[in-house]
């Protein structure tokens, strides 16, 4: 007989057991069930019909047209996402593009008006480089990055793909990756153009952020006030003023709430609500901070567009969020407590990965008619015209381990989501939204995508046919509704590649021994032999001239390897083994669209009809 946790937690979106990468299939125990469920807030004895019948139902639309399903006579109540009430029986009126709600029937029903498929991009190539390592001394600018924009869009880019630049712990400047943001929906102020800063080949964030945010600090004390800093402020609203409050109560209790004394540990208890006025300077600088980087980041932008880009800059979203940064202080119930995000076992590793990254809860999302993922997405798409969804499997599916349990896969909402993205897409001016779909993909996801307009990723990596022996796959094959390039930020370079030096980086951290090294040095050339069946040469154009002849509708060219470097910006599975996200570009932004090598790319690029004419 099945457990009842069991049977309850099935309900709820814990799936019974996958299949790993070696074909093993993973039984959800009870002990993780119930783990699960007190994550998502639910209680081991609840009953499941008490907990959906207090959940709204969703209803996908076509955005202008009227929802197809049948309230007969009934009488209803719509309220649209912007406020207006109207009331009526029967059949619904056509809903304009938004997430609305409705009552009918004593049941409130969220109504998600979305394009049913957002429009292909047409074919295009772009640069994607680190935004730390783009500046010749200290830590990458936003400035930097519309220098690069402006280049680059003269060269026939049409967009400029960065590493995430949400909000991260300026108050411990160790902790500076990009994918471990404390805020989705606010900017990294260590990108503000501020000082100098160190020079080297590697970013040293340790002496450089400290160093940026005292300029900052100076700069902000001769700050004069501004009407138009007074009125954005008021314009952000509430959602601004818990941010700028944890940054102020971060700086006298430390990067992560839960360490605060427990009157602070929620923006809405007395204590935290008395500590506005107390620091009040403190929130107004940490307002500013935030202006000032809306600005820059718009400006670079806007050089992007003006220089002739089709989709300006392509920005990163992150798949969480820290469990204890400003997140998740200013909206905990969004979010689930007492698991992580993680990933199965694979090759990355082997005992599966536990990211110490927030999930967004389901019940949650569903009740907040799916606010919390619109709004993220929103945030970065004020500022771009293409977007890549990190980890889009956690759409459909998302790897959850809770404390002292194995993980398991949690069911998302997708096709909402799915919706709530195409909708947050269209309301941008129909942005291009790019969905990161490797390792194990569910079955069903692919499908999605296209139904969705969501462009995929294709690594020419691993972009086989058969794997033992490998066989690459020609560029004639790759898939249309993608981008392609040749690695990603988390895998070597084409010249790290060829050389193993991935390998060697992580033997030397290992101690793996010379048999091994040697083994997996003999199985590198095998996989760059068999690459070099489809490329008429061994070098960098040669690989971008296959790239360009694929069907993908974008092409991505990394700034790593145009620049012939070696060594890859992360290295998966290490933490301080590793110098990630800290690898410092060799040559400075605003030149790199003079080198010959991009010279010659864009050529490939528009010899392959990559480039509007006249451009």
Do not use: K
């Amino acid at each position: 007989m099945t457990d009842p946790r069991l049977a309850l937690a099935t309900r709820m979106g814990v799936l019974p057991g996958f299949r790993d990468l070696t074909g093993t299939w993973r039984e959800t125990s009870v002990e993780t069930a119930e783990a699960l469920l007190a994550a998502m807030g639910v209680a081991p004895d609840a009953r499941p019909e008490v907990i959906e019948a207090g959940l709204p139902i969703d209803l996908i639309c076509e955005a202008g047209a009227a929802p197809d399903h049948d309230f007969r006579d009934t009488p209803w109540t719509l309220v649209l996402e912007t406020g207006e009430e109207m009331t009526g029986e029967g059949a619904l009126p056509p809903l304009p593009l938004g997430i609305h709600r409705l009552r009918a029937c004593g049941l409130v029903y969220t109504l998600l008006a979305a394009p049913p498929r957002l429009p292909e991009p047409a074919r295009c190539w772009g640069l994607v480089a680190p935004l730390y390592g783009l500046a010749a001394r200290g830590i990458g600018s936003y400035d930097d990055l519309g220098e690069l924009a402006a280049g680059m869009g003269q060269a026939g880019a049409d967009f400029i793909g960065i590493n995430p630049v949400h909000a991260g712990f300026p108050t411990r400047p160790e902790l500076f990756s990009p994918y471990t943001p404390s805020h989705r929906r606010r900017l990294n102020v260590i990108h503000l153009a501020a000082g100098e800063g160190s020079p080297g080949p590697l970013v040293d964030y340790v002496r450089d952020i400290p160093a940026r945010m005292a300029v900052l600090q100076a700069e902000y004390a001769a700050f004069p006030g501004d009407a138009g800093f007074d009125r954005w402020r008021a314009e952000q609203g509430e959602s601004l003023e818990r941010f700028v409050l944890h940054q102020a109560l971060s700086a006298r209790h430390g990067p992560f709430w839960n360490d605060w004394p427990t009157e602070l540990q929620s923006p809405d208890l007395p204590a935290a609500i008395a500590a506005r006025r107390e620091l009040g300077a403190e929130m107004r600088f940490h307002a500013w901070l935030q202006w000032r980087a809306e600005a820059a980041l718009t400006r670079a932008g806007n050089a992007a567009r003006a220089a002739g880009m089709r989709h300006g800059l392509y920005l990163d979203l992150a798949v969480g969020t820290h469990p204890f940064g400003a997140e998740t202080w200013e909206d905990r119930d969004s979010f689930v407590r007492g698991a992580s995000l993680g990933a199965p076992p694979d090759a990355f590793g082997p005992d599966g990965q536990n990211w110490n990254l927030a999930p967004l809860n389901p019940l949650a999302l569903r009740a907040r008619a799916y606010a919390p993922l619109a709004e993220t997405l929103r945030r970065q798409l004020q500022f771009a015209g293409a977007l890549r969804i990190d980890h889009i499997i956690g759409f459909e599916r998302a790897f959850w381990v809770p404390d002292g349990a194995p993980g398991a896969y949690i069911r998302m909402p997708s096709e909402a989501m799915f919706a709530v993205a195409r909708i947050e897409a269209a309301r941008a001016g129909n942005a291009v939204i790019i969905g990161e779909d490797l390792g194990n993909i569910p079955e069903g996801l692919q499908a999605l995508l296209a139904q969705s307009g969501v462009l995929g990723c294709r690594v020419a990596m691993f972009e086989r046919t058969d794997w033992q022996p490998p066989v690459f796959r020609a560029a004639a094959d790759y898939d249309r509704a993608a981008i392609a390039s040749f690695s990603t930020h988390d895998l070597p370079t084409w010249r790290g590649w060829r050389q193993g030096a991935d390998i060697d980086a992580r033997a030397a951290i290992s101690g793996q021994g010379a048999a091994d090294i040697e083994s997996a040095h003999a199985e590198r050339a095998v996989e760059i032999a068999a690459l070099d069946v489809l490329l008429p040469d061994d070098d960098m154009d040669a690989l971008h001239g296959f790239l360009a002849r694929t069907p993908a509708r974008l092409v991505a060219l990394q700034a790593e390897i145009l620049l012939d470097m070696v060594g890859q910006p992360n290295l998966p599975g290490t933490v301080t083994e590793y110098p990630n996200w800290q690898l410092r570009l060799p040559v400075a932004a605003a030149d790199i669209a003079r080198l010959p090598a991009t010279r010659r790319t864009a050529d490939i690029m528009r010899d392959n009809d990559r480039q509007e004419t006249g451009r």
